[in-house]
């Protein structure tokens, strides 16, 4: 098993800098692929981006890119979203999600293919 929790959301202005963080549990989080999703009110969740599980690979919804970075640090097990030139249409809530598939260098972008969840953290961007 794997627990997840983000962390660092909060209200910024449009044309700022959030940070957002997901620490996990468990000593096989170094061996996942991980996603970062989103949700705004009313809309259905969607991809943000992802890595795998070396973070030689990632991913980025074409909303996002150029703006956003995924990283991680394996021996911290923590995944990181810096999510800059935020725009009002970032607010949602944030989730972190792990793929239970080891070792693996694809890049999941699909929330059915992740296993494991966070609470979420919401990011409210102010115009």
């Known amino acids: 098993q794997v627990q997840l929790v983000e962390s660092g959301g909060g209200l910024e202005q449009a044309g700022g800098s959030l940070r957002l963080s997901c620490a996990a549990s468990?000593?096989?989080?170094?061996?996942?692929?991980m996603g970062w999703f989103r949700q705004a009110p009313g809309k259905e969740r969607e991809f943000v981006a992802a890595?795998?599980?070396?973070?030689?690979?990632?991913y980025y919804a074409d909303s996002v890119k150029g703006r956003f970075t995924i990283s991680r640090d394996n021996a911290k097990n923590t995944v990181y979203l810096q999510m800059n030139s935020l725009k009002p249409e970032d607010t949602a809530v944030y989730y972190c999600?792990?793929?239970?598939?080891?070792?693996?260098?694809?890049?999941?972008?699909?929330?059915?293919?992740?296993?494991?969840w966070g609470q979420g953290t919401q990011v409210t961007v102010s115009s």
């Open positions: 999600a792990a793929d239970s598939i080891h070792y693996s260098d694809y890049v999941p972008p699909r929330a059915d293919e992740y296993d494991y």
């Open positions: 468990g000593r096989t989080f170094s061996s996942y692929a």
């Open positions: 890595l795998n599980w070396s973070g030689g690979s990632t």
